[in-house]
């Protein structure tokens, strides 16, 4: 029976949530009714997230990272220059667990890139441009999306329902050099279409793109 009295009067839930060939979850409780309620949240909760029932996953978000540069990154066109940022977003995030990383945490990040408290080079100092902040979560975004795709993660993407920031229209302007490379880097990691979409980008970029 998965709840039970013991003999010192206290109620004990024992339970397998995921089934009898999953973890065994114990727990003891000062009333039945303690024992019964927690009984069915751990059953509710293995039937709303399935992958609790899988082995616990204890990658770091750097590991993570790694592998997609491994597995993909690596291939692309500006392969290195993404994982080199994303290296510094895995560092000022603090490095967690890659199933803890969740939009609440990466929205306090992307505060704190906007504010400038956090920020990669001298011209950040004082804020990074919305624009700057949304390729970083296209970035960390699109490696949990490719592992997936590769079998390597089945947990959610963390950051898939999270919304960007919103980017004012204004009219069109010559684009700086750092615009042009960010330019080059999205349209890089934009696989399988990426060498005939680089080729298309620089038409206009030789040009004097305008934005």
Not at 52 to 61: F, H, P, W, Y
Not at 110 to 118: A, C, L, M, S, V
Not at 136 to 154: H, K, M
Request: charged share 25%; proline share 4%; with cysteine.
């Amino acid at each position: 029976m998965a709840v039970r009295k013991l003999d010192t009067g206290k109620w004990i839930c024992e339970c397998y949530p995921t089934g009898r060939s999953g973890r065994r979850v114990r727990k003891q409780f000062a009333t039945k009714g303690e024992a019964i309620a927690f009984e069915r949240h751990k059953m509710e909760e293995a039937e709303a997230k399935p992958w609790l029932g899988e082995s616990l996953d204890r990658r770091i978000l750097k590991d993570v990272v790694e592998l997609w540069f491994k597995l993909h990154g690596k291939s692309l066109t500006a392969g290195e220059h993404v994982y080199d940022k994303l290296l510094l977003i895995v560092e000022a995030l603090g490095n967690p667990l890659a199933t803890d990383l969740s939009s609440r945490m990466f929205a306090h990040y992307r505060d704190k890139r906007f504010t400038g408290e956090i920020y990669f080079s001298e011209k950040c100092k004082k804020g990074a441009s919305p624009l700057t902040i949304n390729l970083e979560q296209s970035y960390l975004s699109g490696v949990f999306s490719e592992l997936a795709r590769l079998g390597e993660w089945t947990a959610p993407n963390p950051l898939e329902n999270m919304r960007k920031f919103s980017i004012a229209k204004k009219e069109m302007a010559w684009l700086t050099h750092e615009q042009i490379t960010e330019l080059y880097t999205t349209v890089a990691v934009r696989a399988p279409f990426s060498l005939w979409l680089s080729k298309f980008a620089s038409v206009p970029a030789h040009a004097g793109a305008k934005q």
